[in-house]
T-cell receptor
Framework: RKEVEQDPGPFNVPEGATVAFNCTYS??????FFWYRQDCRKEPKLLMS???SGNEDGRFTAQLNRASQYISLLIRDSKLSDSATYLC????????????FGAGTRLFVKA | ETGVTQTPRHLVMGMTNKKSLKCEQH?????MYWYKQSAKKPLELMFV???????ENNSVPSRFSPECPNSSHLFLHLHTLQPEDSALYLC??????????????FGPGTRLTVL
């Protein structure tokens, strides 16, 4: 089993739609969680950190469920500019430092 | 955005060449990282430096050799690479100790092609 797994993509949605991505992690020693966004041929950029209490930033909402070991990202009112790959990232310290990136979920928002 | 810069942006090299990738962070961060991103694969963490000390080396072949002369600069020295080493090499930095809750900020990457 992969340490971090994401929804298979691509997701093709119309503008204005709500779309949700899930990410599961296997190591209970995981400590911090992030969603990054990566545009084609560009570097990953932080979208938001994910906290146990959940956090919201405009149209984006992230949730962490430690009991079930998953995090989620909800995008409301999708824009064309939201088209990108969304990466789930987990930091853990288990006998050494590890940052594990998910394979990413590709999102296409169409007019 | 120029928080983390990388040079060169593109590099083509033969298998017998020696080259170096350079990363510089202007954010006053304490930890720096090298990642490899191959097509259709997740980012793979290669090396981590925290306060100029290497704290992680994820079983990377010895043909990749990192160097961190100070907290702002990170190099990746390349020697006798293989075609399968062709990938995007990303540098990142973070404020606190490696592995902590701090966000990693990425440079634009060096796209490496090994012929």
């Amino acid at each position: 089993r992969k340490e971090v797994e994401q929804d298979p993509g691509p997701f093709n949605v119309p503008e204005g739609a709500t779309v949700a991505f899930n990410c599961t992690y296997s190591n209970s020693a995981s400590q911090s969680f992030f969603w990054y966004r990566q545009d084609c041929r560009k570097e990953p950029k932080l979208l938001m950190s994910v906290y146990s209490s959940g956090n919201e930033d405009g149209r984006f909402t992230a949730q962490l469920n430690r009991a079930s070991q998953y995090i989620s990202l909800l995008i409301r009112d999708s824009k064309l500019s939201d088209s990108a790959t969304y990466l789930c990232v987990v930091n853990m310290f288990a006998g050494g430092f590890k940052t594990i990136f998910g394979a990413g979920t590709r999102l296409f928002v169409k007019a | 955005e120029t928080g983390v810069t990388q040079t060169p942006r593109h590099l083509v090299m033969g298998m017998t060449n020696k080259k170096s990738l350079k990363c510089e962070q202007h954010l006053g961060h304490n930890a720096m990282y090298w990642y490899k991103q191959s097509a259709k694969k997740p980012l793979e963490l290669m090396f981590v430096y925290s306060l100029e000390e290497r704290v992680e080396n994820n079983s990377v072949p010895s043909r990749f050799s990192p160097e961190c002369p100070n907290s702002s600069h990170l190099f990746l020295h390349l020697h006798t690479l293989q075609p399968e080493d062709s990938a995007l090499y990303l540098c990142a930095s973070s404020q606190g100790r490696a592995g902590g809750p701090d966000t990693q900020y990425f440079g634009p990457g060096t796209r490496l092609t090994v012929l």
